[in-house]
């Protein structure tokens, strides 16, 4: 069956919101990255609601979905993935509760999830997954496109 993953492209505080992974062990290929904020769908959801569930349990914040960005399909993990862009709305970044912090064992090899809100500038030096995203992410962001 095919992953419907939804993920968030949030401009904050004179940046824009990343979860740090390190120490990944289940990525053979990247133990120390970047990714947009989000996750697999729940039973239910639209899109965009769980594109805000996802936010609030990672960061801590509410915020709206203003529009689709990206689309792509990922073969090595079967699933589609949906980047939105989000405005914040409201709460305190970093203060999320979903079950990637709960210090479960079953997450021990997914490593460290670290909220971090990286200037604009910064961006392009980083390693940020998927790689595919982070270029049209950095074009998009060159064309003043949001």
Same mark, same amino acid.
């Given at each position: 069956m095919k992953r419907i993953r939804v993920a968030a492209i949030i401009p904050i505080q004179n940046g824009y919101a990343f979860m740090h992974r390190k120490n990944v062990i289940k990525r053979k290929d990247y133990q120390d990255y970047y990714t947009f904020p989000g996750g697999g769908l729940e039973e239910g959801e639209s899109l965009e609601e769980g594109t805000i569930r996802e936010i609030k349990e990672?960061? #801590?914040i509410d915020v709206k979905v203003e529009k689709l960005l990206f689309k792509i399909h990922s073969e090595k993990f079967n699933q589609d993935e949906y980047f939105f862009?989000? &405005?914040y709305v409201s #709460? *305190?970044?970093g203060t999320g509760t979903g079950p990637e912090f709960s210090n479960d064992p079953a +997450? =021990?090899? +997914?490593?460290e999830y670290i909220p971090e809100? =990286?200037? &604009? *500038?910064? =961006? &392009?030096s980083l390693t940020l997954l998927p790689v595919e995203i982070k270029e049209k992410f950095l074009t998009s962001l060159e064309n003043k496109e949001f």
């Open positions: 990672e960061f #801590g862009l989000c &405005k #709460g *305190e970044f +997450y =021990i090899e +997914y490593g809100i =990286i200037k &604009k *500038e910064d =961006i &392009k």
